[in-house]
């Protein structure tokens, strides 16, 4: 959840809530030269940086001083949108019901992305300005390199010291070890040390020339772990049982959605494979873990992990992915995509929401996989699912005698 007062969360329930929206550079504000406000996605499996592009009206040459100076491009950007303090009262125009505002008041705000300009196109008395945020320094670097690699081979890592690594020593974020730290979410990076510690879950690594965004997106993909940005800061989880529910989305709220069932993402036996020779280039152990119940209902469906940048050092370590992967695979869960009003616009990644809608016949618990804010329109879609919940379980779905432990 974003970091939001309760009374933002209480004011932005209100269907006539007074919504606004700003752009700035530096410490100028320009949201009255916006042509268009962007739609910003994140999803739980992407560590890319974000990026958006702002048409901005240019008439009064307003942004021709870029054209004297390229550093200008460093200055910091931000778009941010919140709700125009109670005491404020601002003529603006209604979609769906909310009031958007882009004129310049006090109020309270979520920063949908802050960094810098990454470019700019003029044309026709306008100016395009791409925004990305600071975590663009993850995709601009380079980890290692075909005649160099840089290699984490002497010894066996804790996962979360070989992610820590990337973001700091290769990605140039900040190493402080606090809550303080201004560019990883400390707190639950924290938390998800302690999974892997806890299971002594170890790797090795070469890099050849990667980007450490790719490198992330590797780790995560090989513990089954959500790592995204969030509130300008980048976040580790891997998920467990889900908390309560944050939020009700009914027949009342929400405007439309879709629901899918994909057997495409079944998986009930799971190989992988460790003790990579980066000579050879084999591995030395493969494991695999299987649902018996599962393939009885549905088929055989495997899958492999085999990856040559980043292993496993063991069939300990190895296990625990493989038995993972099967454990939230060998159901067919729905999806489902929703969009709604700005009520839920404190909602992100990884937090639970009920979805109670007849014509998606759904009455049940979810978990925010992705979200996508529509700044133009005022709406916010989530696509959620079950497959990383695991708030009970289904008699039918394991043997009640499995050691079977989401971990």
Request: proline content about 2%; hydrophobic content about 35%; some cysteine.
């Amino acid at each position: 959840m974003y970091n939001v007062s309760s009374s933002f969360i209480y004011r932005a329930s209100a269907h006539n809530a007074a919504w606004r929206r700003k752009f700035t550079l530096g410490t100028s504000d320009y949201s009255n030269h916006v042509m268009g406000w962007p739609a910003v996605s994140r999803s739980w499996d992407s560590i890319s940086p974000t990026s958006v592009t702002i048409n901005l009206s240019n008439n009064d040459r307003t942004f021709n001083f870029f054209l004297t100076d390229g550093t200008k491009l460093h200055a910091s950007a931000a778009v941010q949108m919140g709700l125009i303090q109670d005491n404020y009262v601002v003529d603006g125009y209604v979609v769906d019901g909310y009031v958007l505002q882009s004129d310049v008041v006090s109020g309270d705000y979520i920063d949908v992305i802050a960094g810098t300009i990454d470019s700019l196109q003029f044309a026709n008395n306008q100016c395009a300005a791409t925004v990305i945020d600071k975590f663009k320094t993850l995709t601009t670097k380079i980890v290692g390199d075909t005649t160099s690699p840089a290699s984490y081979t002497g010894s066996s890592y804790l996962v979360h010291d070989l992610a820590w690594y990337v973001c700091t020593s290769h990605g140039g974020l900040s190493a402080l070890t606090s809550t303080s730290n201004p560019d990883i979410d400390y707190a639950s990076f924290s938390s998800w040390t302690s999974v892997f510690s806890a299971d002594n879950v170890r790797m090795k690594a070469q890099f050849t020339g990667q980007q450490p965004s790719d490198i992330l997106k590797r780790i995560a993909a090989m513990t089954q772990s959500a790592i995204w940005i969030e509130s300008n800061r980048v976040k580790f989880v891997r998920f467990t049982v889900a908390g309560e529910s944050s939020l009700t989305f009914d027949d009342s709220i929400t405007i439309d959605g879709s629901q899918v069932m994909d057997e495409r993402s079944l998986v009930n036996k799971f190989y992988v494979g460790a003790a990579y020779d980066t000579t050879s280039r084999t591995y030395g152990i493969t494991v695999n873990d299987s649902n018996s119940s599962s393939i009885s209902r549905y088929g055989l469906k495997e899958k492999t992990s085999n990856e040559a940048l980043i292993w496993y050092v063991d069939s300990g370590s190895a296990l625990n992915l493989a038995q993972r992967m099967v454990l939230t695979g060998k159901e067919i869960f729905p999806r489902l995509q929703i969009n709604t009003p700005l009520t839920g616009i404190h909602l992100t990644i990884g937090d639970t929401l009920t979805i109670s809608d007849t014509h998606l016949q759904s009455s049940d618990n979810y978990r925010v996989m992705s979200e996508t804010l529509d700044m133009e329109n005022g709406k916010k879609s989530f696509t959620v699912d079950q497959t990383q919940f695991l708030s009970g379980f289904t008699l039918d779905v394991s043997a009640l005698d499995s050691s079977e432990v989401l971990t």
